[in-house]
């Protein structure tokens, strides 16, 4: 049967341990989450010696693990197998591999703690193997959040640990370091670190300790671009092109994806008022004033044409066109092209 991560985890927290977890999916962070608390909280420390391993997928085959789960706890109510990249097992795709997994399933050791890592992929769900992991294991399936689900994820992840952040913190976490939940994890622990206890975390507090520049940022290059400031824009560029490792490409031109996107969806909807775009805005209805006169100086055409310019750069970057054109240069190239629109030929 297939569960969310946060009710497996609370079942853990009360010591409620099923024989098979199947963890598998895009979303690596809750599969970790999962696998870790069982390996850290499943046994005693000193049960662990004789009762307790950790398989990685590439060095074994399924008869391996198998032959580990069957074996009968010493000194110990239960015994935990934890095989990580799973997805790497040699034959778990194979038939004879698949018809052995089912029929541990079927009928699987109740005083082993059998977990299964299955990172970056899902099952064939077609396939036999799958429909007895869903009938017979804990099955748990991690997708990769949208952008816009990001801020409720750090809101959910910061009550969790008994602090209160204002909406810009929050949102600048979301919007510099993006959907990747375990990077986004390890960021705010790290900030967490020397809070004060009942402390709030404020925009301020994020960009000392994430490495965000007050000046340089990408958000101070959209605060640019909004502005039409090509001084300030080129002065952000040239910061970023001095500091590529704090300043990747790729993530920034997804940034502008987004803002160039909502812009465009706001360019469509019929209530254009402020209150209206405040509530398509949702969580970043704060922002409203930077969105309503971004759509003065960038009308709907014009969001189009600046999207499509943000797609060819994404190719370049990726070396997929643009030769060998460096990242500050197609960053440059870009900003050109948002700031200084081309005049359209009108054929008759």
Not at 8 to 22: D, G, H, R, S, T
Not at 229 to 254: C, G, M, Q, T, V
Not at 323 to 331: N, P
């Amino acid at each position: 049967m297939s569960h969310t991560p946060e009710a497996i985890l609370e079942q853990l927290k009360q010591k409620q341990f099923a024989p098979v977890y199947f963890l598998q999916g895009e979303e690596s962070f809750y599969i970790d989450a999962i696998a870790d608390y069982i390996e850290d909280n499943a046994l005693q420390e000193h049960e662990k010696g004789f009762n307790q391993v950790v398989l990685y997928g590439k060095d074994v085959d399924v008869s391996t693990i198998l032959l580990q789960a069957k074996r009968f706890p010493m000194m110990s109510e239960k015994s935990v197998v934890i095989v990580k990249e799973a997805q790497s097992i040699q034959d778990i795709e194979k038939e004879e591999g698949m018809k052995q997994l089912e029929a541990y399933l079927q009928r699987p050791l109740t005083s082993t703690i059998l977990v299964f890592c299955y990172k970056h992929k899902t099952l064939d769900g077609r396939k036999a193997l799958a429909k007895a992991v869903t009938k017979h294991a804990v099955l748990v399936t991690t997708k990769k959040l949208y952008d816009n689900q990001v801020p409720a994820w750090v809101n959910s992840y910061l009550k969790q640990k008994g602090v209160k952040a204002t909406q810009q913190a929050v949102l600048l976490l979301s919007e510099y370091i993006g959907s990747d939940l375990s990077r986004l994890a390890n960021e705010i622990d790290k900030l967490l670190i020397n809070q004060k206890p009942g402390a709030t975390i404020d925009e301020r507090v994020v960009q000392e300790n994430v490495g965000i520049s007050k000046e340089y940022n990408i958000f101070e290059l959209q605060a640019a671009i909004i502005a039409r400031d090509a001084l300030k824009a080129n002065r952000i560029i040239h910061y970023f092109e001095a500091n590529p490792k704090n300043n990747p490409l790729i993530p920034n031109l997804s940034m502008l994806f987004n803002f160039f996107t909502k812009l465009l969806s706001l360019h469509m909807q019929q209530d254009k008022s402020e209150q209206g775009l405040r509530k398509s805005l949702g969580s970043q209805g704060w922002k409203v004033k930077d969105y309503v006169l971004a759509m003065r100086v960038y009308p709907l055409q014009r969001c189009a044409d600046i999207i499509h310019f943000v797609r060819v750069a994404d190719l370049q970057v990726k070396g997929i066109t643009g030769g060998d054109m460096s990242d500050a240069d197609i960053l440059r190239e870009l900003i050109f092209k948002i700031l200084h629109p081309v005049p359209r030929t009108v054929t008759t």
